[in-house]
């Protein structure tokens, strides 16, 4: 991919110095706004139409007792955690992609989701669970699934190759078993899965809201503190080394810091489709820079996730279609479109 | 940066020694006799138990009594589990040569995508209830889905990872729509979530006439592109320089990669897997040499396919286990101890 350096370097007086990636910046501050402005417009869409300017004013705290009531008690946590759901899933698919060195090394395609699945199935079709328990099934699922996974990849050090194949192999294992309880199902227990498999953000509340943003206040800076380490690992473990990268920390902080994201991600929303696999490969695409690109796949992330569940609210009315729908379209179809002009500009 | 691992220098440029090639020879003929040990246990062993002494009055004197028609169900099953699993298996090792990545199997290609959306179209907008009336549903719907990913790859000029890229976007759309369908109609989550786990329990010989005379023309495609992609495998520069026609072998392997696995989805739903890991298991021994995998991934698919469906019918009396879910948790773990036995299983 050819790049044209957008990198300045900041000095101070004092003699610190700070590289800046421009156009990143520029990416990252556009998704944002991207994604700060899907929130409005998702929480005045719905059976009660409520205008972008009286949406602002109601979660400044100057609105009607009406408006509040639907504003900040019933559409902003889905807002919140539509955001927070995209935010951790774009952020757990670039570090699980850079750490594998593999576009297709999501957490769909390492298993990830499909333990989480299992776990919430489990719940659903054999124990009739309440959704709270769906949510703790799904989370001890993919935690448990993430650990496997990890430890069955571990030989002296994990390497990110291998870790795809046995990533490959638990989630073959997971979904046949997905499959079964699918088929044991009856069909309205079946349905219910269903939608709980294609992701979903209706009826969220603020008691979802508060363990992801705690689990992303401390994820987050976690995982950006040690984004430098992540760039030395793609070039290679041997030179990862050699520049004084502690190699199996990293990589081992890294995994966990994505498998809880992932995780309770998963659990709060159900596996939405392809955000984790599309988002990273997009944002990559925008700042044109090389690296894991964290915070842009995060923003990205986020900002597709509340787009995509906007977009089928206002395509499908209000709580027809979930919103791993329009992710599994949306995405793919972006995804082909930058497949088709960046051939004609000849990339890739 | 996207897919290909490093290219890998192979020791094994010589030409291998012919105590090797006996030995790989008698691994194949090995190989072939446990194929046939399977497919004899696939007709024998079942839901319902039956005598040596019925299965071959129903082999061998077929006058219609109950047993006998127990084997004929059988041998028809068996049938489509030869020719599927060695559909899938040639596929899988076709595709993870074309794309250079070990990890393609025919979801990555969007295959399965376009035959489960074709079938939940068929089911939703034309009312097709019947298993055959799906196969040319979903056979046409997963050759347009290749033809598509083909052309938006880059056609000619495809490269392994664009080829890649484009499966999965078209993948990620038709989800979303094969979701939707379920979603929103019931009839149709009722159907879909027993074709998509993948069964050989429908077979019947109007199926198998069905996909054979496709299932043979991409075998003997398949094969038959075991030197090119040999050097194809070597990247993009040395093959050309060896005199490899790039474009032409490209074309021709996707195409015997669709319609194998388009035929074989279609006759039994999504089998995933066995494409991906049939593959991974003969590389382990036979080396980089596509002129040996091909024909080793032919016989033993079948064995993995037919094993996971006897021991399906088995497990769950007088029920049974789908072969997919079988042969996905049976083969995992067995992919796993594989992938850490191995340093790695490089391509």
Redesign the interface.
């Known amino acids: 991919?050819k790049t044209r350096s957008t990198t300045r370097a900041v000095r101070t007086p004092g003699g610190l110095s700070l590289r800046l990636d421009l156009r990143a910046l520029l990416v990252v501050v556009l998704l944002l706004a991207a994604a700060c402005a899907a929130g409005v417009a998702l929480i005045g869409t719905g059976d009660a139409k409520i205008p972008a300017a009286d949406v602002l004013r109601t979660l400044a705290g100057n609105g009607n007792a009406y408006q509040d009531f639907i504003v900040n008690e019933l559409r902003l946590p889905r807002v919140l955690v539509g955001l927070l759901v995209g935010g951790s899933l774009g952020l757990g698919g670039a570090l699980f992609q850079s750490v594998s060195?593999?576009?297709?090394g999501s957490p769909d395609?390492l298993g990830l989701s499909q333990g989480s699945t299992a776990g919430a199935l489990v719940v659903i079709v054999l124990l009739s669970g309440t959704s709270t328990q769906v949510t703790a099934g799904a989370l001890i699922g993919g935690l448990v699934t993430g650990l496997a996974i990890y430890l069955?990849?571990w030989?002296q050090g994990v390497?990110g190759?291998?870790l795809?194949?046995?990533g490959?192999?638990?989630s073959?294992?997971a979904?046949?078993?997905n499959?079964?309880l699918?088929?044991k199902a009856d069909?309205v227990d079946?349905?219910r899965a269903?939608?709980w498999?294609?992701g979903s953000l209706g009826g969220r509340d603020w008691d979802q809201v508060w363990p992801l943003l705690a689990l992303c206040a401390v994820l987050v800076p976690l995982v950006l503190v040690h984004a430098r380490g992540l760039r030395m690992l793609e070039m290679g473990d041997d030179v990862a080394n050699a520049l004084g990268v502690r190699v199996q920390r990293v990589r081992l902080v890294l995994m966990v810091s994505a498998v809880l994201l992932t995780a309770a991600a998963t659990a709060a929303a159900g596996p939405v489709?392809?955000v984790a696999?599309?988002a990273p490969?997009l944002a990559r695409r925008l700042t044109r820079s090389?690296g894991p690109n964290l915070v842009p796949s995060l923003c990205m992330g986020a900002a597709l996730l509340v787009a995509a569940d906007w977009a089928s609210q206002r395509a499908f009315g209000a709580d027809?279609?979930?919103v791993?729908?329009?992710?599994?379209?949306?995405?793919?179809?972006y995804?082909?479109w930058l497949?088709?002009t960046e051939?004609r500009a000849g990339r890739? | 940066m996207l897919v290909d691992s490093p290219p890998e220098q192979r020791a094994e440029t010589a030409p291998a020694p012919p105590t090797r090639r006996a030995a790989r020879a008698l691994g194949l003929l090995l190989s072939v006799l446990i194929l046939v040990l399977v497919a004899l246990a696939s007709i024998a062993i079942g839901a319902r138990a039956l005598s040596p002494d019925q299965v071959w009055h129903g082999l061998f004197h077929d006058t219609g009594t109950y047993g006998d028609v127990v084997v004929d169900e059988r041998i028809a099953r068996t049938l489509l589990g030869l020719l599927a699993g060695a559909a899938l298996g040639l596929a899988g090792a076709v595709l993870q040569a074309l794309t250079r990545n070990p990890l393609a199997d025919p979801g990555l290609l969007g295959i399965n995508a376009g035959a489960s959306a074709a079938v939940v179209t068929a089911i939703t907008c034309f009312g097709v209830t019947s298993l055959t009336g799906y196969v040319w549903f979903a056979f046409l719907g997963a050759a347009a889905v290749g033809a598509l990913v083909w052309f938006l790859g880059g056609s000619r000029g495809a490269t392994p990872v664009r080829l890649a890229l484009a499966g999965t976007a078209i993948s990620a759309a038709l989800y979303g729509y094969l979701q939707a369908a379920m979603i929103l109609d019931d009839a149709a989550l009722g159907r879909m979530r027993f074709w998509t786990v993948g069964s050989l329990a429908s077979a019947t010989d109007s199926t198998i006439l069905q996909v054979l005379p496709f299932l043979a023309a991409g075998m003997v495609l398949a094969l038959a592109l075991a030197r090119p992609l040999n050097a194809v495998a070597m990247g993009d520069d040395t093959a050309r320089a060896l005199g490899a026609n790039l474009g032409r072998t490209r074309a021709l392997a996707m195409l015997a990669a669709t319609v194998l696995c388009g035929a074989a989805t279609a006759a039994c739903g999504p089998i995933v897997f066995v494409g991906l890991m049939v593959p991974h298991v003969v590389r382990s021994f036979t080396g980089p040499d596509l002129r040996w995998i091909l024909p080793y991934a032919t016989v033993l698919s079948p064995v993995l396919l037919l094993g996971a469906d006897v021991i399906g019918r088995v497990v769950a009396r007088p029920s049974e286990l789908q072969v997919g879910i079988v042969t996905a948790i049976i083969g995992g773990p067995v992919f796993i101890f594989l992938v850490r036995r191995r340093r790695t299983a490089q391509l």
């Open positions: 991919m060195r593999n576009p297709l395609v069955l990849a030989k390497h190759y291998r795809v194949l046995v490959i192999g638990v073959a294992v979904t046949a078993v499959g079964y699918l088929t069909l079946a349905a269903v939608v498999m294609t489709s392809f696999l599309t490969q090389p027809q279609l979930p791993g729908v329009v992710t599994g379209v949306l995405g793919g179809v995804l082909l497949l088709v051939r890739i």
